[in-house]
């Protein structure tokens, strides 16, 4: 498979477990259509042209030919300096021949954008019973406080790495995480969990939090107790990172009983104790495991890869 043809699909891929449906998505892409027309000399050339068929900033192909065949490739979380030196490596040792290096967390411009991806929380939360435009106003808040926190930022650090030792290197976030928010939510809305412990439960059954358990990094209740109540079941699985504290309240109005998150900061826990809302934090790591695993498992149904798992991913097909 090209790499482009891997990137191109990993998009098609992350669109169609999307909360946002084909004509929100193309507002999305018509959007920035319109932004680009209305450009001129150096903002127009510095645009970024991926934003006009993909829908995911922080989705990108971050170095290297977009004719690269690709059969081999190291997969983790995060593929920084030391997992491209890694692959430099075991390149020139002949123990392997790594065609792509392929990061889930964003690199490069895709991580300096991250903020872009976050709208389809406002999507997801309206989903939940938030108006659309309270859902907005409080994810634009939250973006633009993410923008200020990126932006003193060495985005290409690892991009230049890259570059240097010429070995093809891509990240696709947000793709990967609409994979797991989407199978744990119809998971959890065809099972409706009566209490929390019914929630650990089934994550627990779900080899990737298996693993993270093993590893000191499982589910685990943050807020309730195990024979509490779930209620509705919130994933809150994507959209590039946290969203708003001021949600939380509006999520329990409109009668959400427990959130399932990946992670929760400890300013982002302050908040939520209040709200009467359980929280079950599933796992940073087996979550992000998860969601590649489904997307890589989509992937290989065009063209198989030979992976190479590291930097926390494991490799589990289904």
Not at 26 to 46: F, H, I, P, Q
Not at 243 to 251: A, E, M, N, Q
């Amino acid at each position: 498979m090209r790499l482009i043809d891997l990137y191109r699909l990993a998009v098609k891929k992350g669109i169609e477990k999307d909360v946002r449906n084909k004509s929100e998505i193309k507002e999305v892409l018509d959007k920035a259509r319109r932004e680009y027309k209305k450009l001129k000399g150096a903002d127009k050339r510095a645009f970024d042209l991926e934003k006009l068929t993909n829908p995911f900033a922080d989705t990108r192909i971050l170095y290297g030919s977009p004719d690269t065949d690709v059969r081999t490739v190291m997969v983790g979380v995060d593929m920084e300096g030391p997992e491209l030196l890694l692959a430099d490596r075991l390149n020139q040792s002949d123990r392997s021949s790594i065609d792509l290096v392929l990061a889930h967390h964003p690199e490069g411009l895709a991580w300096a954008k991250l903020n872009d991806v976050m709208a389809l929380q406002a999507n997801m939360l309206n989903k939940f019973g938030i108006p659309m435009d309270v859902a907005s106003e409080l994810l634009k808040e939250r973006a633009d406080e993410v923008s200020r926190s990126l932006a003193g930022s060495n985005h290409f650090r690892s991009v230049d790495i890259a570059r240097l030792l010429d070995i093809p290197f891509m990240c696709m976030h947000t793709v990967a995480d609409n994979h797991v928010a989407d199978y744990l939510q119809k998971l959890f809305d065809k099972s409706k969990p009566n209490k929390l412990s019914d929630v650990i439960g089934a994550l627990k059954r779900i080899p990737e939090y298996e693993d993270g358990l093993k590893k000191g990094a499982g589910p685990r209740i943050l807020v309730g107790d195990p024979g509490k109540k779930a209620g509705k079941v919130f994933i809150d699985m994507t959209g590039g990172t946290e969203g708003p504290k001021r949600v939380y309240p509006r999520l329990s109005q409109a009668g959400v009983g427990t959130i399932v998150s990946m992670h929760l900061s400890e300013e982002h826990f302050k908040y939520i104790k209040g709200e009467h809302i359980n929280v079950v934090i599933a796992g940073h790591m087996a979550s992000d495991n998860l969601g590649m695993n489904l997307l890589l498992d989509e992937i290989e149904r065009v063209a198989p890869l030979n992976v190479i798992a590291c930097s926390g991913f494991i490799r589990i097909k289904r």
